[in-house]
Each structure stands twice: as structure tokens, then as C-alpha cells.
């Protein structure tokens, strides 16, 4: 694969059902007419979010290809990320030269996040409908995905969420790296969406972009000998 | 270049990344097809990993060896893909045989780069056929490179079935024990064939039907 073939690997994970291919289809519906696009999507058992994808219409049907993951959605972005690097090269050949390929994971659990081998950025979506008190919870990806996209605002009367107390939760789990509130039905968060990934694609075409890998194990603190508050990120045993 | 007994470990190992996780060796659409009868009969996985061993794992096994053989001699490894190709007439079971060959390779030659000197690192060649020339830059025996295409097959077969089916693991590895005469037996058949008009023909015709509906099936868990 020649270097300058090589697009912005986004990868968009989160929990089944907060909204991420739904997300991208917005992203194509925004960003088709600037942008050239290609779409992974990996499925669990069917290629429903492949299919949903095309009959949106929003993109060319042949750009939007789906990987089989055996059942195992974190292998396919993590231990074993091959077969989607390869549906991303594929794809970066056919429709060469592409700006942005998106990369669906199949909806898992908190704990899955993309292999930088894999994506050069990741966000990582929940919803205001899994509760608020999701993002206090913490994770790898909530903690250190290079965007979090807390989705769904307007349902959040219904849920009973305050939105803007989950927003703070997640911004003091992330130490300053951005946190967006968004909802399909509030066009200014749809736009601050569109302005992230076109810094971000900006800055990876750059070239000063070292992907981040959100890692197995999110920030935690504890109290140390003295009673100071420790804040670190590896992983190992207390 | 390292211990090659330890090389055939690390290409036996499911931890490999090449993809494993996505492979069922048509385990999913037998069971799609009754194959197990719904968990009343779980011995059906064995027979069906032993089938294959007789068939169409000998034919890729004799495929890997004469592989091996032509890229030790310096001659094109290209033509045992096309007398393994000849030999599989399910355009299903060459497509996926063809994906997994691009993902070894895509490995292969990051890990072990004499590998490209006799194939392109995104070529889309038949598994078989890569293990084969994996085996001759990294010193396998013939012996172990049937071997392992043979328990490759078997443990991808009975691993599978455990997402398939209400298997107990211990069973599982129980069957894949069991199936070790019938993996020998596939290595004394095709190790020491030499030539391409060696490689046997064997047939699997319903594995071949299966294969042509599962790649049009929309909900699954495998690739093949
Ligand atoms: N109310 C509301 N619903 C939304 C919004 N975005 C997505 N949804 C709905 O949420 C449901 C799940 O959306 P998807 O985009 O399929 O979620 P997903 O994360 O891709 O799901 P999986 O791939 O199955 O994990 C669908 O019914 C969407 O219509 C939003 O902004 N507001
Ligand atoms: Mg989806």
C-alpha cells in the first residue's frame, strides 16, 4: 500500500445502542460533499448496521463494507485487529485517495476501545439513556478516547439524566480532552460534531498526530501512605 | 531464524493474529443445516472435523506441502495455487481460503520477511499456499507443515463449536485428542508428495453447498 493512499482511520466504539451508526451516517450526510468517505462496520451476527448504513443513502453502497468478527466485537478492534485492517486497506485501494475511513466496532462493553495499530483517533459514544451515572463510572474508553460523545441529549427529560452534570462527570474522568453533548435533533451539537472530526482529520494529515491508545485500564486514584490523593494510569495490582 | 518447532507452535496458536477468531472451517452453516440436531447429538462436530481431515484438509495439506517443495527449489509457488484451485470448486471455500492466505501473508512478512521474496505481501493466495512458504523460509518439515494445516483444521472446527453449540470445553478438547490418529494418519498421505499432480482431489460436496450458502447468509457469526 503506497504511503500517500493512507487515510484518517477514525474508529467510533461504545456500548450496543448508544447511537454509533447513527453517528456516522450523519458524519457522511455532513461531511460527503468536503470529504471523501469510506465506512467499516463490524457486526456481531448480522450485517445490519453495514445494511442500515447503505439504505440511508447516504454514501455509495460500495464504500460501506462489513468485517465478521466470530462473535468476539473486542478481538476484531483490539487483540486481532487483521481482518479490519485489511477491509480498510481494501478500501483505501478502491476509492484511493480517501480522506476519512470511519470504523464501526460492534456495540460491546465499556472496556473495549480500538488498537492504535488499527484507528488514528477514536470516539467513543454512550447515551444519556444508559444512565447518568455512566460516565462517573470511568473506563478506558470514557477516560481517554480522543473524543467522548455523551448522545441522545433530548431523551434526557425522559430518563431523568441532567445532562450537563454528566457532561462535568465526564470531563473530570478525562482530564480536559474535549467531551460533546449531541443529539440527531439539535443541529449546533451536529455541527460542533462535523468541526471535531474536520480539525481532527486536519491534524492527522499534518502529520503531528500520535494515536492515543485509550489502553485496557482507565485512570484511578487512591490514598497513599501520606493521605495525598494518587492519580496515575497504569495498570497494576494494589 | 529460530526453532521450528516453535514456529509450527506460534502458526498453531489461535493468539496468532491472522484473523482466527472469524473462521468456523464451514462449522456454522453444518449446524445452520442440522449438523449437532440443535446440541441432541454434539458427536456430530467430531465426525465432521474427521470428514474434512479425509478430504478437503488433505487436499490443502498435500497444497502446503508441495508449497513448501517448490519454494525450497526455488520454483513458482503460484502453480500449486492453481492445482489447489482446480481441486476446490466452491467459489465460496476459495475466497475465504484466499482471505485468510492474505492475512498470513500480511503477517508473514512483517514476522518472517523472506517471505515476500516469493509473494507479495498483499497477495490474496490460497491459505495453503502460504503456510507452505512460510514452512520453507522458516525450516518446517513437510511433517510439520501437514501437521499443523491438519490440526489447524480440527481445533478451528471444535473451537468453533463451542459458540455454536452447548458444548462443555472439556469435551471439545476431549474430540480434538480423539481426531489426533486421524491428523496423523493425513500427514503419513501427503508428506511426501513432491509434485502438483501428486495433490489428491478429494471432495466434500455438501461442505462445498454449504459454503455457497453461508456466504450469502446474512446473519452469522464466521466468515466461513
Ligand atoms: N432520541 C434519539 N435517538 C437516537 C439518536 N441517535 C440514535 N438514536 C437511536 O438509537 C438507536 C440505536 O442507534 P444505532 O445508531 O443503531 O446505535 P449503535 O450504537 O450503532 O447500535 P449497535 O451497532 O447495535 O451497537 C436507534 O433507534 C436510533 O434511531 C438521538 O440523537 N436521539
Ligand atoms: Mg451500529
Redo the contacts between chains.
Sequence with gaps: ?PKNNRSFRLGVAGPVGTGKSSLIAMLCRELASELQLGVITND????EDARLLRSAGVLDPERIRA??????PH??IR?????N??AV?DLERDFAPLDVVLVESGGDNLTATFSPALVDAQIFVLDVAGGGDVARKGGPGIARADLLVVNKTDLAPYVGVDVPQMVADAEAARGGKPVLALSRTDADSVLRLKEWVLEMTAVVRSGSHTPVDPGPMAPHSHVGDDGELITHTHAHAH | MGSPELVALMLADA?L????????AGLEPAVRAGLGADGARLADVASYAADRLRTIVRVEAATAVVARRLTLDGELVEQAEAAWAARTPSQALRAASR?QG??YL??ASRVWPATTEFLKA?AEIARPVVVGVVAAVTGLSAEQTARLIGYDDAQTVVAASL?LLPVDPADAAGWLLKLHPDIEELVTAVSRITTLAEIPAYGAPLVDVFAQAHAVE??????A
Design positions: 500500500m456481531i451476527y448480522t450485517d468485517v465478521e468478527t466470530g462473535a468476539c478481538t476484531a487483540d486481532d485487529v487483521t481482518p485492517l485489511i486497506e | 493468539r493474529p491472522t484473523g482466527g477468531h472469524t473462521q468456523s482471505r492474505r492475512a500480511r503477517l498483499d459458540k446474512r446473519m452469522r457469526l464466521f466468515h
